[in-house]
């Protein structure tokens, strides 16, 4: 799995890790207790991952703005959103989540229903490996359905388990 | 220097400053919602925003004296010599006695044109699979959607900057200059600039009150213009 890291995730992680070396000098929770330290960290290190994922998933909707869509840049990116969804669930350590006072917009119900979660973000997994497949087989009409399954599951998971955008 | 006449008149009308005001409260507001993720709150507020600021425009051709672009805006050849003038601590070109000066002037237009950008921005900002999206979003594709929303956060600090600018230019008023700009911008009310003032400038009585259907007709061209944006009807389905 570590090698397989992609390699934009690199700089983020190692960044956070020597935010955590140095004491953080970020915001820290009104309780202020040290221990909202390494939780502030993760938070930051997940929200680098899901950024990554939004990134490939703009870099793979991009490619159908033109006339043909560049598989490898398709199958790149779905594999980049594989690997970083297979994070998502090691990123949420109980007290992570919006009632922490964590500047985040993780709702409570991931650590209430956490097999709902995991199955949330094992359908992006599924999604994104199903989308890497289809574009390294160069099958249009499947990586067309691939994209609509994974914005299918990036937003069947924010409508339930994110803080409401509207 | 003209004698300073100790009376006070009316300078700034009622809609100029419940637009002006309306900006200070809504543009912190604006960054709140955006920090803390109440982006339903950031979405109703910035259309808000949008209507005033195309009432502020729409006033600055049909509104009270001061209220107009055709008399604040001057020449950019006039501007460049008030700057000069107010760098050098020389007397600048003539003024009108009573609203914007020269310089003053021109920083409002930028002002309101960099609150008109930002919220132009914002309207195509987001992304439909992650979070808010600006209502006219669906116009453009997933990459300029992103170009915008990242220049949606940059300019927020130009923004931020101009705003400074103001706030920095009515502090030196104020402590310098020792005139109080922040009072007739509440009361309406103040006195004739301690300026060099135009030979035969009129308004030395004060502006025309501000006349009902004229508001009425910019704020429904306004809201006209932000309910069409709004509803989604410029967005093909």
Redesign the interface.
């Known amino acids: 799995m570590i090698q397989r890291l992609p390699l934009r995730l690199m700089l983020p992680i190692g960044l956070a890790s020597l935010v955590v070396a140095c004491g953080s000098p970020e915001p820290t929770t009104e309780t202020g207790d040290s221990a909202a330290e390494p939780e502030a960290s993760i938070i930051e290190v997940r929200q680098e991952n899901f950024e990554g994922i939004a990134d490939a998933f703009k870099a793979i909707r991009g490619q159908f703005e033109g006339d043909t869509p560049d598989f490898v840049v398709v199958e790149t990116n779905a594999s980049i959103i594989n690997a970083n969804a297979q994070l998502i669930t090691g990123h949420f350590p109980e007290g992570t989540g919006i009632d922490s006072g964590a500047e985040t917009e993780a709702l409570e119900v991931i650590w209430e229903t956490p097999e709902e979660f995991a199955e949330a973000a094992g359908n992006l997994v599924a999604a994104s490996s199903a989308l890497a497949d289809a574009a390294a087989a160069q099958d249009l009409a499947a990586v067309q359905e691939g994209v609509g399954n994974l914005g299918g599951a990036c937003k069947a998971c924010h409508d339930v388990f994110r803080v409401e955008q509207e | 220097m003209a004698a300073v006449s100790q009376t006070k008149i009316a300078i700034w009308d009622w809609p100029v400053r419940v637009t002006h005001w309306a900006f200070a409260l809504i543009i912190p507001a604006m960054w709140w919602t955006a920090e803390n993720?109440q982006?339903?709150w950031h979405?109703r507020l910035g259309l808000l925003l949008l209507a005033l600021v195309i009432f502020r425009f729409l006033w600055g051709l049909a509104g009270t004296e001061t209220a107009r672009f055709a008399r604040f805006v001057k020449a950019p050849a006039t501007l460049i010599n008030a700057v000069i003038a107010a760098l050098s601590r020389k007397p600048g070109p003539p003024e009108e006695p009573i609203g914007h000066g020269t310089i003053g002037g021109w920083s409002t237009l930028v002002l309101l044109g960099a609150i008109l950008t930002q919220i132009s921005l914002g309207l195509f900002a987001g992304?439909?699979?992650?979070?808010?999206t600006g209502p006219l979003n669906s116009l453009v594709?997933?990459?300029l959607a992103?170009r915008l929303t990242d220049w949606h956060e940059t300019f927020f600090w130009a923004l931020i900057g101009l705003i400074a600018v103001h706030l920095c230019a009515i502090a030196f008023y104020h402590f310098v200059s020792r005139r109080n700009l922040v009072g007739p911008m509440i009361s309406g009310m103040g006195q004739v600039n301690g300026l060099d003032i135009r030979e035969g400038a009129a308004l030395k009585n004060g502006i025309s009150p501000a006349s009902l259907p004229r508001v009425l007709a910019c704020a429904a061209i306004s809201a006209l213009i932000v309910a069409a944006i709004a509803s989604g009807i410029l967005v093909p389905a």
């Open positions: 993720s982006m339903g979405k992304d439909p699979f992650d979070g808010a594709g997933v990459s992103d």
